[in-house]
C-alpha cells in the first residue's frame, strides 16, 4: 500500500503562483512514476505532468511553458511549481503513484480568479 498527503492548494488570482507538494509513504519505491492529475467541475481527469524515477517528464499542452514538476527521491516527494495561473487552471489536483498498482491522493483544490 502506499499513502500520499497533498498540500500547497488555495485560492490565488490569475498571474500568480502556487506551488503543489504530495509526499508518499508505504511500500514505495523510487521507480516509480509520480504526478499530478486535476479534474474541473463537469470535466475528466486529466494530466497535468509527471516524473518518472529517472526524472523523465511528461507535461500536458496547455500547462508546459508554466508548470515545472519535480522530486526529492530521498523524500518520495513530488512538488508541482504553477506560474502563471489562468482561470482554467481551477481544478481539484490529485497526485498519483504509479508502479505496480495506481494510488491516488485525496486532491486539493486550486482555484484562479480573473
Known amino acids: 500500500q502506499v499513502q500520499l498527503v497533498e498540500s500547497g492548494g488555495g485560492l490565488v488570482q490569475a498571474g500568480e503562483s502556487l506551488r503543489l507538494s504530495c509526499k508518499a509513504s508505504?511500500?514505495?519505491?523510487?521507480?516509480?512514476?509520480m504526478g499530478w492529475y486535476r479534474q474541473a467541475p463537469g470535466k475528466q481527469r486529466e494530466l497535468v505532468a509527471t516524473i518518472d524515477g529517472r526524472g523523465y517528464t511528461n507535461y500536458a499542452d496547455s500547462v508546459k511553458d508554466r508548470f515545472s514538476i519535480s522530486r526529492d527521491y530521498a523524500k518520495n516527494t513530488v512538488l508541482l511549481q504553477m506560474n502563471t495561473l489562468k482561470p482554467e487552471d481551477t481544478a481539484v489536483y490529485y497526485c498519483?503513484?504509479?508502479?505496480?498498482?495506481?494510488?491516488w491522493g485525496q486532491g486539493t483544490q486550486v482555484t484562479v480568479s480573473s
Open positions: 508505504g511500500s514505495t519505491r523510487p521507480l516509480a512514476r
Open positions: 498519483n503513484y504509479d508502479d505496480y498498482y495506481i494510488y
